[in-house]
């Protein structure tokens, strides 16, 4: 049997009253790995570098085999960066090539640099005039109920391209999730946690571009945009990105 697992910790209260958010994390396990799962979110809640939680909520689902559905995973490249102005022509440029306007990319960028603090979740943005879609908030919205098939090959596979730790390990995953979505043109991400400066922009055409520095060392503030088609339906979009379970299927051979 699987579960789905979820965390989300805030500092001042729960989220919903206010508080601010200080991580999340989302896993898909057989029983037996849950209680070790649980203990590592609970830790992770509390030893973040954005702070220590005094609000944590975990949720434990069990997970029906008729509910997954399968997505492969997005194959990894990296883009050269070697600071955060470089990062952000990398991304623009990137977005561009996944189908993005120029328009868009820009205003994406400087909706993320104009972020006073980190949501917890991703603007949903049109990829022809740049325009937030979602109306969410501060919350935004979340991809959830996501993990890759076999954990330990995965977790093999990226310590053969060189890449340790959990940043990389999640991305690859929600990207890969993000990327099926009907109406998906492009995601645009850089990490909240201070000491984490890469970010990444991937789409279904390139899959995931790796960018090595999207922001000073220090800053705080992350934030993810998901580009979408006009037109695309929004209901139906939110609902794969926070219900529907995705299971990511490496395929073929996977190169760094
Ligand atoms: P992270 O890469 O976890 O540091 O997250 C960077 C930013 O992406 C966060 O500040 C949120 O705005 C957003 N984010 C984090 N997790 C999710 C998620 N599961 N779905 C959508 N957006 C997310």
Redesign the pocket.
């Known amino acids: 049997m699987l579960y789905s697992i979820k965390m989300r910790s805030a500092q001042g209260g729960a989220h919903e009253c206010g508080g601010r958010?200080i991580?999340?994390a989302?896993r898909i396990l057989p029983g037996e790995q849950l209680d070790y799962a649980v203990l590592t979110m609970l830790h992770r809640a509390r030893e973040h570098e954005r702070g220590c939680a005094d609000f944590i909520s975990l949720k434990v689902e069990e997970i029906k085999p008729q509910e997954i559905i399968y997505k492969p995973l997005l194959p990894f490249s990296t883009c050269q960066a070697a600071n955060a102005a470089e990062g952000h022509r990398a991304a623009i440029d990137e977005l561009v090539r996944a189908g993005v306007s120029f328009k868009a990319a820009a205003r994406g960028l400087a909706m993320l640099n104009g972020l006073a603090d980190?949501?917890?979740?991703?603007m949903v943005v049109d990829c022809v005039d740049g325009t937030r879609l979602d109306g969410m908030g501060e919350r935004?919205?979340?991809?959830?109920k996501m993990d890759c098939v076999n954990s330990r090959g995965y977790d093999e596979y990226l310590q053969q391209c060189g890449l340790t730790g959990d940043?990389v390990r999640?991305?690859l995953v929600?990207a890969s999730k993000v990327a099926g979505a009907e109406g998906m043109v492009a995601e645009l991400?850089?990490?909240?946690?201070p000491n984490?400066v890469t970010g990444y922009v991937a789409s279904p055409l390139y899959g995931y571009r790796r960018i090595p520095v999207m922001k000073e060392s220090g800053n705080g503030v992350?934030?993810?945009i998901f580009f979408v088609r006009p037109g695309t339906d929004l209901h139906k979009l939110i609902d794969y990105?926070e219900e529907q379970v995705v299971m990511i299927k490496p395929e073929g051979e996977q190169t760094c």
């Open positions: 958010h991580s999340g989302e980190s949501m917890r979740g991703a935004g919205v979340r991809a959830s940043h999640e991305a929600l991400c850089w990490s909240d946690d984490y992350g934030g993810r990105l």
